[in-house]
């Protein structure tokens, strides 16, 4: 089987509210976007388990470590500009090579336009391609907009932590959910 390129793994569409989205393999030059769109939800202080964000060498350093373990690290270009992230990390370990753990987020300029769907189309291709068998996730309980999105997506909930964060003055749990790729039928 041919190994994917970066041309195969890009992907373009038109947003609910016209605009230009591109989702495709994050590039150095993305850094400083990454950085800055991450900055202003961590800002938010919600629904990013991130309290700094990277200098630009450690953004660089990062996405030399996921090309290097053939990881999926995708930039959500809205109108030319990074506003998201996501991506899969797998497992070290051989004998937990099959999983990954998905993690995402977009700007809130990139929020409420059918973006996340899209992202999550690519990001389950993209796992089916290098063969995982179970792509694992968190969200907070009261991330209703993602939880939904996963569920459709064929997400099950596989655990939930109570009391798990305290964001905004109040405490708030953290679900563990699963997709599994034999499982779905398509």
């Known amino acids: 089987m041919k190994t994917p ?5 890009q992907e373009s569409f ?30 938010q202080g919600s629904y990013i388990q991130k309290e700094r964000v990277r200098s630009i060498e450690e953004e660089h350093a990062f996405i ?3 090309k290097a373990k053939d990881n999926m690290y995708i930039v959500v270009e809205v109108n030319g500009i990074a506003r998201g ?23 809130e300029e990139a929020q409420g336009k059918g973006i996340g769907k899209k992202v999550m189309e690519y990001t389950l291709k993209w796992c ?6 179970k792509l694992c996730l968190t969200v907070f309980a009261s991330n209703r907009v993602a939880k939904g999105l996963y569920e459709k997506a064929g ?4 655990g939930i932590q109570k009391d798990q964060v305290y964001i905004n003055k109040s405490y708030d749990d953290e679900i563990f959910m699963a997709y599994f790729f034999n499982e779905q039928k398509g």
Request: no cysteine; proline share 1%.
């Open 64 to 66: 030399e470590e996921m």
């Open 5 to 9: 390129t970066s041309e195969d793994n």
């Open 14 to 43: 038109t947003a609910k509210d016209h605009s230009h989205i591109v989702l495709r393999p994050v590039q150095y030059f993305d850094a400083k976007d990454i950085i800055n769109s991450a900055n202003s939800i961590i800002q």
């Open 155 to 158: 997400f099950v909930i596989e």
């Open 128 to 133: 089916l391609r290098h063969k995982l068998h």
């Open 85 to 107: 992230i996501a991506r899969v990390i797998r497992e070290d370990l051989e004998m937990k090579r099959h999983i990954g753990l998905f993690r995402t987020w977009l700007h």
